[in-house]
């Protein structure tokens, strides 16, 4: 079992930056992959990026080039650099862990944080 909790979010301008991150617990936390998912108000929760046990990474057509996902297994936390925001972006942002490998459907992750709420204003 892993405990994720995530902090960093916040409300920043369009064309700003943030840097979430999660923190897990666990001895294996190097061994999951990590995903960073977000739900907007009204909507049902999507991908936005995962990142390998390995370190390779993959991300959502709409943050490609504009977010970095990575990790520091020596710290079991991972974080989600967010640049050039946009107002579209303003969710809440959840992190999630998979021990069998990475996935870009929420029922794939069986750990989840409690979220951190971002809020982009124009």
């Known amino acids: 079992q892993v405990q994720l909790v995530e902090s960093g979010g916040g409300l920043v301008q369009a064309g700003g930056s943030l840097r979430l991150s999660c923190a897990g617990s666990?001895?294996?936390?190097?061994?999951?992959?990590m995903a960073w998912f977000r739900q907007a108000p009204g909507k049902e929760r999507e991908f936005v990026a995962f990142i390998r046990s390995s370190g390779t990474t993959e991300y959502t057509d709409s943050v490609e080039g504009r977010f970095t996902i990575s990790r520091d297994n020596a710290k079991n936390t991972v974080y989600l650099q967010m640049n050039s925001l946009k107002t579209e972006d303003t969710a809440v942002y959840y992190c999630?862990?998979?021990?069998?490998?990475?996935?870009?459907?929420?029922?794939?992750?069986?750990?989840w944080g409690q979220g951190t709420r971002v809020t982009v204003s124009s």
């Open positions: 999630a862990a998979n021990p069998s490998g990475v996935a870009t459907t929420t029922p794939s992750y069986p750990y």
């Open positions: 666990g001895r294996t936390f190097s061994r999951y992959a």
